[in-house]
Protein backbone atom coordinates (compact mmCIF):
# COMPACT_ATOMS: atom_id res chain seq x y z
CA UNK A 1 0.00 0.00 0.00
CA UNK A 2 2.60 2.48 1.04
CA UNK A 3 4.78 1.87 -2.44
CA UNK A 4 1.09 2.46 -4.18
CA UNK A 5 0.70 5.48 -2.53
CA UNK A 6 4.33 7.10 -3.66
CA UNK A 7 3.39 5.99 -7.45
CA UNK A 8 0.51 7.98 -7.10
CA UNK A 9 2.32 11.01 -5.52
CA UNK A 10 4.88 11.08 -7.95
CA UNK A 11 1.57 10.32 -10.87
CA UNK A 12 0.63 13.62 -10.15
CA UNK A 13 3.84 15.57 -9.86
CA UNK A 14 4.29 14.78 -13.45
CA UNK A 15 3.31 18.38 -14.33
CA UNK A 16 3.76 20.40 -11.62
CA UNK A 17 5.09 23.31 -12.62
CA UNK A 18 8.90 24.46 -11.48
CA UNK A 19 7.31 28.04 -12.67
CA UNK A 20 4.49 29.74 -13.85
CA UNK A 21 3.20 32.65 -14.88
CA UNK A 22 0.30 34.20 -16.23
CA UNK A 23 -0.03 36.62 -19.60
CA UNK A 24 -2.67 38.05 -21.85
CA UNK A 25 -4.88 35.15 -20.14
CA UNK A 26 -3.15 32.30 -20.72
CA UNK A 27 -1.15 30.36 -18.42
CA UNK A 28 2.60 29.13 -19.30
CA UNK A 29 4.42 27.00 -16.95
CA UNK A 30 8.13 25.18 -16.70
CA UNK A 31 7.42 21.66 -16.04
CA UNK A 32 10.77 20.28 -16.15
CA UNK A 33 14.41 21.64 -17.00
CA UNK A 34 16.95 18.46 -17.18
CA UNK A 35 20.54 19.76 -18.09
CA UNK A 36 23.37 17.34 -19.26
CA UNK A 37 27.20 18.33 -18.49
CA UNK A 38 28.53 15.98 -20.39
CA UNK A 39 26.28 16.90 -24.20
CA UNK A 40 26.10 20.72 -22.58
CA UNK A 41 22.89 20.78 -23.49
CA UNK A 42 19.99 21.88 -21.44
CA UNK A 43 16.13 20.87 -22.38
CA UNK A 44 13.08 22.88 -20.73
CA UNK A 45 9.72 21.47 -20.91
CA UNK A 46 6.75 24.22 -20.90
CA UNK A 47 3.30 23.81 -21.36
CA UNK A 48 1.17 26.17 -22.15
CA UNK A 49 -2.79 26.90 -21.63
CA UNK A 50 -5.06 29.33 -23.87
CA UNK A 51 -7.67 30.77 -21.77
CA UNK A 52 -9.48 32.42 -25.04
CA UNK A 53 -11.16 30.88 -27.88
CA UNK A 54 -9.52 30.84 -31.19
CA UNK A 55 -6.44 31.54 -29.84
CA UNK A 56 -2.87 31.28 -32.03
CA UNK A 57 0.43 31.28 -30.15
CA UNK A 58 3.42 33.42 -31.87
CA UNK A 59 7.32 32.73 -30.47
CA UNK A 60 9.45 34.77 -31.58
CA UNK A 61 12.63 36.99 -30.32
CA UNK A 62 13.81 34.36 -28.00
CA UNK A 63 17.58 34.24 -27.35
CA UNK A 64 20.00 32.50 -24.86
CA UNK A 65 22.75 33.71 -22.70
CA UNK A 66 25.06 31.17 -21.92
CA UNK A 67 27.23 32.11 -18.60
CA UNK A 68 30.34 33.81 -20.93
CA UNK A 69 27.49 36.54 -22.14
CA UNK A 70 27.61 35.14 -25.53
CA UNK A 71 24.07 35.42 -27.32
CA UNK A 72 22.42 32.46 -29.16
CA UNK A 73 19.19 33.48 -31.13
CA UNK A 74 16.52 31.03 -31.88
CA UNK A 75 14.61 31.01 -35.13
CA UNK A 76 11.35 29.51 -34.90
CA UNK A 77 10.76 29.90 -38.83
CA UNK A 78 12.40 26.98 -39.72
CA UNK A 79 10.01 25.10 -37.20
CA UNK A 80 7.46 22.61 -39.14
CA UNK A 81 4.80 24.57 -37.39
CA UNK A 82 5.59 28.35 -36.00
CA UNK A 83 2.01 29.07 -35.46
CA UNK A 84 0.10 26.12 -34.14
CA UNK A 85 -3.36 26.68 -33.17
CA UNK A 86 -4.40 26.57 -29.13
CA UNK A 87 -7.81 24.66 -28.13
CA UNK A 88 -9.53 26.37 -25.56
CA UNK A 89 -8.40 25.00 -21.55
CA UNK A 90 -5.92 22.27 -23.18
CA UNK A 91 -2.13 22.67 -22.41
CA UNK A 92 -0.28 22.41 -25.19
CA UNK A 93 3.14 20.76 -24.27
CA UNK A 94 6.91 22.62 -25.81
CA UNK A 95 9.85 21.05 -25.43
CA UNK A 96 12.99 23.22 -26.14
CA UNK A 97 16.38 21.26 -26.72
Known sequence: MTSENEYLKKILE????V????QDNSLFEIT???GNKTEKTIVI?????????NKKMTIGD???VDIEGVEYEIDFY???KPYPELALN??????FF
Open 14 to 17: INKP
Open 90 to 95: TPIKLT
Open 62 to 64: ISI
Open 32 to 34: KVI
Open 78 to 80: KSS
Open 19 to 22: LETK
Open 45 to 53: TFLMEAKDE
